[in-house]
């Protein structure tokens, strides 16, 4: 069984607050700031342009990837660590739409995340090929997966509600349709199990600075099944996805697999900071993560059912159908989310009346959780959130 007092060690973690908020942005572990600061002054402070060679700065995003590929079920050589979710999506999509041949649609659901839509509609407009999006409710995807269909392109686990798509019977039934599948791990690597190779997914991307906890902005990921890379043109082609970067060919050769989804310059500090981030799973297993989170959102919901009646679950009930998030509705959640923070407990909030919160096992405990249930009672009960101050809206909820 992973040792979590162990693990809640290698964070950076304030005293006077509970922080329910690692799905959006993971703290500070400890390793990071130490790796950021070695590279800054003897990295890049001494070695400067020699870095890039001797302190492996080059390989980097293949060093990061592989670390995050073994939370990810994929086999070495198969994830580059680099550019953003958003982009990475938009690499995988149109590599994903360069291989689905004369289809067009792409398939995806009402409850995905903004910024996957934004990505598809305006490649798609791009590519100029009259593909179209498809958005269906999340309950009815499966029944909308046929032979019609290019790509399926999904997030599993839902930003704001928590409700997690079943990737293995969806990726299953897309191959028996000839579908492409793309899956975004954003709120699910680190968060749960994921099994790519054994779902035989296409592609996926996901995020490092939500449960992977590399800081804010960190680096993204990309995957591509093994195999599939070396039939994709890349439509974001660039230098470090070229065959040979450093014989600066006027054509454009991509390289091997994965190596093409690479763009440009790695941001060093970045990928430092995540590299180090990752060393937290090392003898974790993803199944003990899953364990302690159902126990630690099962007594939340439990806890805040008993103590704030003007709460309603958002999430779905069964653990087994949710990530590693609970969701409340509240007419006013912005300004009760805002009034918990306050109050030492820090969530998020997503329109329309989501109060949302994150459930980490390597540094959250039972005690974190019975803490907060304590405070968000009490803001509730009291009505504490009832403040003009508490309703103004900040930039990012
Ligand atoms: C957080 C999140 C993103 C974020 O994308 P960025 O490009 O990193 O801003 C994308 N997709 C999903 C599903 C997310 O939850």
Redesign the pocket.
Known sequence: MTDFARTRALFELPEDIVYLDGN?LGPLPRAARERVSRVVSREWGQKLIRGWNEAGWMDLPDTVGNKIAKLIGAPEGTVVAGD??????HKALTGALSLAGQRKVVLSDTG??P??LYVAQMAIRALGKDHELKLVAPEDVAGAIDETVAVLML?Q?D?RTGRLHDMQALTAKARENGVVTIW?L??SAGALPVDLAGANADFA???G??YLNGGP?AP?FIYVKPGLGDRIDPVLAGWMGHEAPFAFDLAYRPAAGIQRMRVGTPPILSMAALDAALDAWDGITMDDVRARSIELSERFITEIESRCPDLTLASPRDPHRRGSQVSFAFPEGYAAMQACIAHGVIGDFRAPDIMRFGFTPLYIGMDDVIRATEAIGRVMREKLWDRAEYRTRAKVT
Do not use: E, P
């Open positions: 959006s953003s979710t958003s982009v990475n999506l995905n995340f910024t996957d997030t686990i930003y975004d954003a709120h991307v996901g995020c600075y939500k902005g993204a």
